[in-house]
T-cell receptor
Framework: EAGVAQSPRYKIIEKRQSVAFWCNPI?????LYWYQQILGQGPKLLIQ????????DSQLPKDRFSAERLKGVDSTLKIQPAKLEDSAVYLC??????????????FGAGTRLSVL | QQQVKQSPQSLIVQKGGISIINCAYE??????FPWYQQFPGKGPALLIA?????SEKKEGRFTISFNKSAKQFSLHIMDSQPGDSATYFC???????????FGTGTRLKVLA
């Protein structure tokens, strides 16, 4: 079974530029999460999707961050315009939602963003 | 109330020793407590998890101890190996929302 795929792996941009990250979850996983992991900290949830609907985006800075999950599969996370404090690793995770593994989130390798 | 406090921030252990990482929570609605292991450049991967109806769960060299009354849980790594050197995160989950609240992480280094 293929894991959660994310791209790009690294991105360097200047402040005020825009950037987009892509995530392809494990096949059949209905729930998809985007996390922000700042160096030395634990992952912080940005947004949670159930199929193509948003379940929780309470910690998403909506003035600059946006995310979508069209057709309930792939997802993109966009930052526009980026700020220096957005430098972090952006992790995507997915969850099956059924059976014994319903609580388990599977993470991608992340996209490391550096804002200069 | 949604926080999970994790300690220590970093830990150095000799090969063969026991590594112990602690977490504490406040929200009694949490009912699933996983530990994740993260190597540099990789995403977190599930290591072991426990539900509050048991006090201990063991898988190989990894053991979770759970104290429901104290609202604390800990990860014990027996016979620590250099390959265990990684960052470990505890988390607390409410099954209804399946929302993870992560601790701040513990960077473990096992000396050869």
């Amino acid at each position: 079974e293929a894991g959660v795929a994310q791209s790009p792996r690294y991105k360097i941009i200047e402040k005020r530029q825009s950037v987009a990250f892509w995530c392809n979850p494990i096949s059949g996983h209905a729930t998809l999460y985007w996390y922000q992991q700042i160096l030395g900290q634990g992952p912080k949830l940005l947004i949670q999707f159930q199929n193509n609907g948003v379940v929780d985006d309470s910690q998403l800075p909506k003035d600059r961050f946006s995310a979508e999950r069209l057709k309930g599969v792939d997802s993109t996370l966009k930052i526009q315009p980026a700020k220096l404090e957005d430098s972090a690793v952006y992790l995507c995770a997915s969850r099956d939602g059924g059976g014994r593994a319903k609580n388990i989130q599977y993470f991608g390798a992340g996209t490391r963003l550096s804002v200069l | 109330q949604q926080q999970v406090k994790q300690s220590p921030q970093s830990l150095i252990v000799q090969k063969g020793g026991i590594s112990i990482i602690n977490c504490a929570y406040e929200n009694t609605a949490f009912d699933y407590f996983p530990w994740y292991q993260q190597f540099p450049g990789k995403g977190p991967a599930l290591l072991i998890a426990i539900r509050p109806d048991v006090s201990e769960k063991k898988e190989g060299r990894f053991t979770i101890s759970f104290n429901k009354s104290a609202k604390q849980f800990s990860l014990h790594i027996m016979d620590s190996q250099p390959g265990d050197s990684a960052t470990y995160f505890c988390a607390a989950v409410t099954s209804g929302t399946y929302k993870y609240i992560f601790g701040t992480g513990t960077r473990l280094k096992v000396l050869a």
